[in-house]
RNA sequence: GGCGCGUUCGUCUAAUGGUUAGGACGUCAGGUUCUCAUCCUGGUAAUACGGGUUCGAUUCCCGUACGCGCUACCA
């Protein structure tokens, strides 16, 4: 017998942006799709129309593309970005349009006697919960639609009374889960609600909704948050009445908040596009989320999708919860950003340098001269404002070197402007050979390296601390050099 | 409250019934250097607590504490 091909489903509701927690998942069922040559479905889960949010789907999609994550089946977006259209023969992939199959699952369930009209109302629900609450009892559904005779039930919802359809769940004994990640999980089923599988509105609710699509969807491993493991029993109650062949069920970790409550909004980012925005690498943002949680018991911390597939083994996921290390992220940031290639890193850096500068080269420069001290694109604007100011203060810090003399630095800065007015172009390209010019020179007046290069190095900058003076003057440019040297030595005799 | 899950350096983690408990990020110190960054070297720092089982437990078992999740006609 042929082992079954693997499938697995990113399976979002598009009631907002994309989690970072989400996207973890999203990772390790891409790994698991790829090592296992599986494939890769993408459906929304669109059941509570209240929560519905417009273009949410779009967004998710749009995200996905530009984190490098293609599910090969299932919702699609156009290319243009603008519109969805579904791939695959499993269809549809959004659950709205999957109602009529939900329900006639429902009808089934029913008919097995694994199901039964409720006509509980809200006020009622509402009530109970208040009462268990207040005695301290364990809340839930007390069953009482129940006992209603299944013919009798049928007579009230086609007479038209409002209704749902509840799981008809066993009230003794136990279920084991069996999960890839935290081996076998016991429940009492008397502590299991009688789960609400159809709502009012006829829309089915996860529980059904999810199963019955997975399970037609032929969805083999179902990777999903920890905060569904408490769940899992009804989920393999409906898999059972059916008769299907239970999936893997593999209950991932959370991803937590520096106080370790679970990652929130409250306190920083928890939107995937945010980050991308911020300049946060798509391949960062993978090799730090897969490595969060999970480790191929290796010392290797840099990897890539295609080194990560083949090692990546649901049962060595860790089982507790793992911090955001933001510090982390920002170092891998800085590790794939200086392993693009230099257009693109002065690309994306472009946009966050003075947009009144018209000097397009010295700008460019400016990037170049950043390149390897930035972990995010945006660290720019601070780290360079500097080069952009029309005139320097040099008020804050010293333009003599340590404790010697100030007509000391004005002999060094002015003997360091006529260098400068003498170098060549071609040595204004190249650091190393702008460095060993102006080395040579001062070694032939016999100065010392501190006290020429500081006095310099702080009239082009105004900082106590920055790149080399080699460096600025390649960057600045001959005549902006100059000028700020000029500056300085103005400064100086004042 | 009930049920479930979890707990190795500050953080992400590796490993084992007997180890100097390893790596990375951060941090600190030193080197290189005009300062910063980079780079190199080195250091700091952990098995939550209490009982068992065992010759020996961080590892297995039980309990406690703490954290988290669930406890919806949301997912």
Not at 197 to 224: N, S
Not at 332 to 344: G, K, S
């Amino acid at each position: 017998m042929a082992t079954k091909r693997v499938r697995v489903r990113a399976a979002p509701s598009p009631t907002g942006y994309m989690h970072i927690g989400n996207l973890r998942t999203y990772i390790y069922d891409m790994l698991l799709a790829k090592q296992k040559g599986g494939d890769f479905v993408l459906r929304i889960e669109d059941t509570d129309q209240s929560r519905f949010v417009p273009d949410a789907t779009e967004s998710f999609c749009r995200t996905l593309k530009r984190l490098g994550i293609i599910p090969n089946e299932g919702v699609w977006l156009s290319e243009d970005g603008k519109s969805l259209t579904q791939r695959g023969n499993f269809g549809p992939y959004i659950q709205s349009e999957r109602k009529a199959k939900h329900q006639a699952y429902a009808q089934q369930l029913l008919d097995m006697g694994k199901a039964y009209y409720c006509f509980c109302t809200q006020e009622r629900l509402d009530q109970m919960r208040l009462t268990q609450e207040a005695a301290h009892q364990p809340t839930g559904y007390d069953g009482l639609c129940r006992k209603i005779d299944p013919a009798e039930a049928k007579r009230r919802v086609e007479g038209g009374e409002p209704s749902v359809i509840r799981l008809k769940l066993p009230k003794e004994g136990s279920v084991t889960v069996n999960d890839a990640i935290r081996g076998k999980v016991t429940f009492d089923w008397k502590l299991i609600d009688d789960q609400v599988i159809i709502k009012q509105d006829g829309m089915a609710t996860y529980h059904l909704a999810a199963m019955a699509d997975d399970h037609d969807m032929e969805i083999t491993h179902i990777l999903r948050g920890e905060e569904w493991l408490s769940s899992a029993p009804k989920h393999m109650f409906i898999y059972e009445a059916f008769g299907w062949e239970l999936p893997v069920f593999a209950h991932l970790p959370l991803l937590l908040n520096p106080d370790r409550t679970k990652l929130s909004k409250r306190q920083g980012d928890v939107s995937v596009e945010s980050y991308l925005d911020k300049g946060y690498l798509p391949e960062a943002l993978f090799n730090f989320l897969a490595l969060c949680g999970w480790n191929p018991s290796d010392k290797q911390e840099i990897y890539t999708p295609d080194e990560l597939s083949p090692l990546f083994d649901l049962s060595k996921i860790n089982k507790s919860g793992a911090i955001f290390n933001l510090e982390k992220l920002n170092w891998l940031n800085n590790h794939y950003l200086r392993l693009r290639p230099m257009e693109n890193y002065v690309s994306m850096v472009m946009p966050f340098l003075p947009a009144d500068e018209k000097d397009l080269d010295f700008k460019r420069r400016v990037a170049v001269l950043f390149w390897e001290r930035l972990n995010l694109p945006s660290e720019i604007t601070n780290l360079s404002s500097f080069m952009f100011q029309a005139n320097l203060d040099y008020s804050k810090v010293s333009l003599t070197w340590k404790d010697h003399a100030k007509d000391e630095a004005i002999e060094r800065l002015t003997a360091a402007k006529s260098w400068i007015e003498q170098l060549d172009d071609s040595k204004m390209a190249d650091v190393k050979n702008l460095e060993e010019q102006i080395k040579a020179s001062i070694q032939s007046k016999g100065w010392g390296n501190g006290d020429t290069l500081w006095p310099l190095r702080v009239a082009l900058s105004a900082q106590d601390k920055s790149p080399s003076p080699f460096e600025l003057i390649v960057a600045y440019g001959k005549e902006r050099s100059i000028k700020r040297v000029d500056e300085a030595l103005a400064y100086l005799v004042k």
